[in-house]
């Protein structure tokens, strides 16, 4: 499958030769000239790179950089930064900012692959470390906190991944219901256990025929029962 490239530029004709130069190489890109268009669609579908210009119509690159390494979402995802602005600051504020790289215009189209190239694989290096194969076909990935089943996305809530994560994370323990709204939200949210039950009901809608492995301890809770459990984390 083609790697997946965004790219927030709100220079038209900048945009489409980078989709040019890019499609070439061999990335599935996405061109965006405001943030506020690639936020929506981020929201739907993660990249495996970003690269964003810190001037934007409608957002500063920087805070938009800022905001998305502080959403859990999306801190996973590599961004390069693209700018006209070479002064030192501007490239140490952005790396501080949670950037894998800083690249000033004008710059040549080979050095962006390679620089590209590099964030990748850096990227897929960490990523297979961060994969929780549960049965043969269901994964969990928590660079993007996401779920696929024979490769496909599970259409998961955030809550819904989480319980699925803390279960499974101690196969066979019996996790009560008020463990699992403390791990969820602790103090921050006031919520009865029973809504633990809905999320509950709702994961094993979604993971079909492995809903088996989430069971039903009465009077105490729930636990997540492997059978075989390959764990790929390290």
Known sequence: MKQSIYLVEDETDILELLILKLSAAGYRCRGFEKAS????????????????????????????????????KFSSLPIIMLTARIDLQDRVK??????????????????????????????????????????????????????????????????????????????????????????LWGTDKIVVERTIDVHIKNLRDKIGNYAASIKNVRGLGYKYDPGDLTNAQS
């Not at 194969?133 to 809550?159: H, Q, S, V």
């Open 37 to 72: 268009a690639m936020l929506e669609k981020l929201d739907q579908e993660l990249p495996d790179l970003l690269l964003l210009d810190l001037m934007l119509p409608d957002m500063d690159g920087m805070e938009l950089c800022r905001l998305i390494k502080s959403d859990p």
């Open 94 to 183: 952005g790396l501080d900012y949670g950037a894998d790289d800083y690249i000033t215009k004008p710059f040549e189209g080979e050095e962006l692959l390679a620089r590209i190239r590099a964030v990748l694989r850096r990227s897929l290096s960490q990523k297979d470390k961060n994969i929780l194969i549960l049965k043969p076909a269901l994964k969990l990935d928590f660079n993007r906190f996401e779920a696929f089943i024979d490769d496909k996305r599970i259409d998961l809530t955030l809550t819904e991944f989480k319980i699925l994560q803390i279960i499974s994370s101690r196969p066979g323990w019996v996790f009560s219901r008020s463990q699992l709204l403390d791990q």
